[in-house]
Every structure is written in structure tokens, then in C-alpha cells.
């Protein structure tokens, strides 16, 4: 099917460690966007990249890089891996820029930081 | 910047019956979106309002934006167990990529 596809699903790290987290869509959507969830604070976004070649910084960037290797690839890395990351990680894409059409979500990735 | 909150929080019906969440902006509406999540999945679009005063259905569900697009409801018509999730707002205020969301309402429905 179509879609938003997040590995891994799940992923203990110890504090210090690092990782990647990977995007892919086959949608062919130029926008691509990666989330943090977290109770009681809805969706933050962390990093953007409006088309393939560029990102930029969301509300909380602090502790990540992202990378838009072409266009249906963004992945997001975690350097050294801190318990306030712990979290629910979600990528999505869209078609237009600002959303226009709704965006796609992946499953997320439910990260635990001890 | 601005802001969406979400209310209520949560939300206990029984089946059958109708409900509303409201979703308020500290700031002009450029674009409101409807989201609903399952628990322990991603988020599926519901559906889209721009126009002030625009109102949307998708079966049971219809949205609203009033007329100053600062506020927008989702309505549930008859509801049933398998409306149970999550259903988040989101906008992209100001024009740019940087969509927000608001902190969602948690929906149970008791069969």
C-alpha cells in the first residue's frame, strides 16, 4: 500500500548512544516533516524539509539532525541520545507545502531513552 | 506564536450518542485540518477548512469553521466504538510549513 513507512517500530537506547530513524514515502511528495508526540503536548515538529535539497528547523530541533537523502527518503538521527527524548516519533509528507491536502503519517516509532 | 487548544481533553460517550470537540486559534485560521488517531498509530487525515463558515461531512463526522476562522468543531453523529481514538486539529496559520497541532481529545465510546 501506499504510504508513510517508519523503521524501526521500536528502540530502546542508553543515554549516550546514538541512531537513526528512517522515512521513506512513495507517494512522490515534495514535503517531508518529522514529529515528536508526546502526552499532554500534542505533535511538535522538529524538522522540515519543504523539497528534496533542503530542511529547516521546526519548534524543537535541539538534539537532532535530519537528513533528505532524495526525495522519498528523510531521516532523522538522535547524536547522543538524551531521556527527554523519549518519545513517539512520527514522519509524514504532503503534497503541497502547507498541507493543502492533508499530510501522511507513518505508524511512528515509540523511541524509550534510559 | 500561534496556538491550538483542544477541548475537551477527553471524552467518555455511550454508543448512540452525539458529541462534539472544539478546536480554538490564538490566531487567524489559514487552513484547519481534522486528524484522528488510533492508539498506537499514526494520524489519518479526516478532512480540510479554509473558508470561513465552510462546514464538511464524511459520514457521521462533520466539521465546521466559523465565520472569524478561529474555531473549528467536529461533531459525531450516533456515535459507535469504532470513532474511539484520538482526534487532533491542526493549521498551518501563518502560511508556512511550520504546521502545528493542537494536544488532542481522547475519545472512548462504551458499547
Known amino acids: 500500500n501506499a504510504g508513510v513507512t517508519q523503521t524501526p517500530k521500536f528502540q530502546v537506547l542508553k543515554t549516550g548512544q546514538s541512531m537513526t530513524l528512517q522515512c521513506a514515502q512513495d507517494?512522490?511528495?515534495?514535503?517531508m516533516y518529522w514529529y515528536r508526540q508526546d502526552p499532554g503536548m500534542g505533535l511538535r515538529l522538529i524538522y522540515y524539509?519543504?523539497?528534496?535539497?533542503?530542511?529547516d528547523k521546526g519548534e524543537v530541533p535541539n538534539g537532532y539532525n535530519v537528513s533528505r537523502l532524495n526525495k522519498r527518503e528523510f531521516s532523522l538521527r538522535l547524536e547522543s541520545a538524551a531521556p527527554s527524548q523519549t518519545s513517539v516519533y512520527f514522519c509524514?509528507?504532503?503534497?503541497?507545502?502547507?498541507?493543502?491536502?492533508?499530510?501522511?503519517f507513518g505508524s511512528g516509532t515509540r523511541l524509550t531513552v534510559v | 506564536s500561534q496556538e491550538l487548544e483542544q477541548s475537551p481533553q477527553s471524552l467518555i460517550v455511550q454508543e448512540g450518542k452525539n458529541l462534539t470537540i472544539n478546536c480554538t486559534s490564538s490566531?487567524?485560521?489559514?487552513?484547519l485540518y481534522w486528524y484522528k488517531q488510533k492508539y498506537g498509530e499514526g494520524l489519518i487525515f479526516l478532512m480540510m477548512?479554509?473558508?470561513?463558515?465552510e462546514e464538511k461531512s464524511h459520514e457521521k463526522i462533520t466539521a465546521k469553521l466559523d465565520e472569524k476562522k478561529q474555531q473549528s468543531s467536529l461533531h459525531i453523529t450516533a456515535s459507535q466504538p469504532s470513532h474511539a481514538g484520538i482526534y487532533l486539529c491542526?493549521?498551518?496559520?501563518?502560511?508556512?510549513?511550520?504546521?502545528?497541532f493542537g494536544t488532542g481529545t481522547r475519545l472512548k465510546v462504551l458499547a
Open positions: 509524514a509528507s504532503s503534497e503541497a507545502g502547507t498541507g493543502g491536502f492533508g499530510y501522511t
Open positions: 507517494m512522490n511528495h515534495n514535503s
Open positions: 524539509s519543504a523539497s528534496e535539497g533542503t530542511t
Open positions: 490566531k487567524t485560521l489559514y487552513g
Open positions: 477548512l479554509q473558508k470561513g463558515g
Open positions: 491542526g493549521a498551518d496559520g501563518s502560511g508556512t510549513y511550520k504546521y502545528i
